[in-house]
């Protein structure tokens, strides 16, 4: 039961997420999902005038330079609805797969079409606010990063500020509204996956810290900001209701708890998450051969299945960071990690079809930057997939 409480290019550099790096100077902000030591290498080429470095510096600084001028962004923009508190402050979306029944007069209650979103949802701009948000300040931190130029600083401490600060904008550390269904409830655990992105504000912070405009006493606000939101993962009927999940929502809701509890200091919590929650979600979520039985019985099951993956990856990755070894965990009967990736791996060398349902194209970048990332955990496994997509092996969908 789970219990609560050569120069290659830079997507090459950034595709494993982190190995708990030494050298860290006291009291630094860490980095938890993103590779210190391969920015740093990454950075030195740069510097030292490496032609394939200096291009991609240079796209993503033109990239960063579009933010510049883009947002802030806040919950508090809301235009059409309020929360059922009335607090504006509150974060709320619309449930994606959930539509009007036609049958009935005023459409109530809405009925579930798995997998095909109602652009009713678009309506609540809260979810895409956020996203907007994350999307910037990870690519105005990197900017800074390998730039060294505080104008990216200064963008991304608006931008913070404004979402979780400022009394006029900032969010209320809680998700009680997330994806309501109209006619059903004003909101459920389930939305707590849209928080998902908020993990990678604590690697921006991190790469933004030798900024002299970033100081202690900001950061402490943010993290203290994610101490209540932690807290209420814990405490709220939805997070627990999330805790309870037994698919890739469950995965999700201990990826970002043990991520912010890493964030914030609190290791025991971390650990607590990975060995309490994350162990037993093996046995319930995958199959001796390396199935995904929760994933693959849904509309899109190659999409929720390589979402679900990248989600174990990235607890495999905060697990490193306590000295647990996720990705050789294995149940008595073989499930793990590995056995997954092994599940995959004829589906990624095209010798076996995809025969679940997919009504969506299979795209490939995600579930690639894990074999990249697992290469290093199990060596030779899996150069075979790697070899096949030589034009994709480098890419990472995260940064």
Request: charged share 20%; net charge positive.
């Amino acid at each position: 039961m789970l219990k609560q409480f050569k120069t290659i290019s830079l997507a090459a550099f950034l595709a494993p997420f982190c190995i708990f790096c030494s050298g860290q100077k006291n009291n630094a902000l860490p980095f938890i999902l993103q590779n210190e030591s391969r920015l740093s290498a990454f950075k030195v080429a740069y510097e030292n005038g490496d032609t394939t470095a200096k291009k991609e510096i240079t796209a993503l600084m033109n990239e960063a330079d579009k933010t510049l001028t883009s947002g802030p962004y806040s919950v508090t923009f809301k235009k059409l609805k309020t929360p059922p508190s009335g607090n504006i402050h509150d974060y709320m979306s619309q449930a994606p797969y959930w539509w009007a029944d036609s049958s009935k007069p005023d459409g109530l209650p809405y009925i579930r079409k798995d997998g095909r979103i109602n652009p009713e949802r678009n309506l609540s701009k809260d979810y895409s606010q956020m996203g907007q948000m994350n999307g910037d300040v990870k690519q105005l931190a990197l900017a800074y990063y390998f730039t060294g130029n505080d104008k990216y600083v200064a963008k991304a401490i608006q931008l913070l500020r404004v979402w979780f600060l400022d009394t006029a904008t900032r969010m209320n550390p809680n998700l009680n509204y997330g994806q309501f269904i109209p006619g059903l409830t004003d909101g459920r655990g389930i939305g707590i996956i849209e928080t998902a992105g908020l993990t990678n504000i604590p690697d921006a912070l991190a790469m933004m810290q030798t900024s002299k405009l970033l100081t202690a006493q900001f950061t402490n606000k943010i993290k203290d900001w994610y101490r209540q939101y932690a807290n209420w993962l814990i405490n709220s009927k939805n997070g627990k209701d999330e805790l309870a999940a037994t698919n890739n929502h469950g995965t999700y809701y201990d990826m970002q708890l043990a991520d912010f509890a890493l964030f914030t200091g609190n290791t025991e919590l971390a650990k607590k998450v990975i060995m309490e929650q994350t162990f037993p979600r093996i046995d319930q979520q995958f199959t001796v051969e390396g199935a995904e039985p929760l994933e693959l019985v849904r509309t899109k099951s190659w999409g929720y299945s390589t979402m679900n993956l990248v989600g174990w990856s990235k607890l495999a990755v905060i697990a490193d960071h306590l000295n647990i070894d996720l990705w050789h965990k294995q149940t008595i009967d073989g499930k793990g990690i590995q056995k997954v990736l092994e599940w995959f791996q004829p589906y990624m060398l095209k010798q076996k079809a995809w025969k679940y349902e997919q009504i969506e194209p299979i795209t490939y970048n995600n579930i690639l930057s894990v074999y990249n990332l697992a290469s290093s955990k199990y060596p030779g496994a899996f150069n075979n997939v790697l070899q096949f997509y030589p034009s994709l092996k480098s890419q990472n969908p995260w940064w």
